[in-house]
């Protein structure tokens, strides 16, 4: 008997004393061998995923990070707009005033434009949810059932996203 085969008995070989063969042993090696290269290949893919998701978000953010401030100018142009409608038709002197707010209203939109801020449209349209919200619907002959008849608030998208809904009325089915 020799120091390599002690637990071996005398008589026996390694394969019929339940020794791991040399090509069990690499058998198991190239086993270990593919599934580390999977686990490597998983975490480089979930690496370009997550580089990819954050530099969306980046892209996003930088679009999107006015939309708060955008918001708060809608109220700005509402109140233009409503200054314009309380102004009297007929009274003398109000014409430079009309004319100043006007003025004011057409380069805050075109400021809100440059800035991918458009208005939704809602002439001529059907009552869309996503961009326009019913608040009242009424009776009219001239529309179709689910027609817009009239615009209570103006709307806004920022980019592809909606700012604000429009506020609209909408016709009554008959």
Do not use: C, W
Request: charged share 30%; net charge negative; proline share 3%.
């Amino acid at each position: 008997m020799t120091d390599d085969n002690l637990d071996v008995p005398e008589g026996t070989s390694e394969v019929e004393s339940g020794a791991p063969s040399l090509a069990d042993e690499l058998l198991a090696r190239d086993t270990e061998i593919a599934d580390l290269k999977d686990r490597l290949l998983r975490g480089a893919a979930e690496m370009e995923n997550t580089r990819r998701r954050l530099e969306r978000d980046k892209v996003d953010s930088a679009a999107y990070a006015m939309t708060g401030f955008a918001r708060d100018l809608l109220g700005v142009a509402d109140n233009l707009r409503r200054a314009v409608a309380a102004l009297p038709a007929e009274a003398p002197g109000f014409e430079a005033v009309r004319t100043g707010i006007e003025a004011t209203e057409r380069e805050l939109g075109t400021v809100l434009a440059r800035h991918g801020i458009v208005r939704v449209e809602t002439d001529g349209q059907k009552l869309d949810p996503n961009k326009h919200q019913a608040m009242i619907e009424v009776d009219s002959e001239a529309h179709e059932a689910g027609a817009i008849v009239s615009e209570l608030q103006a709307g806004y998208t920022i980019k592809d996203r909606l700012l604000r809904p429009a506020l609209v009325s909408v016709a009554r089915a008959k």
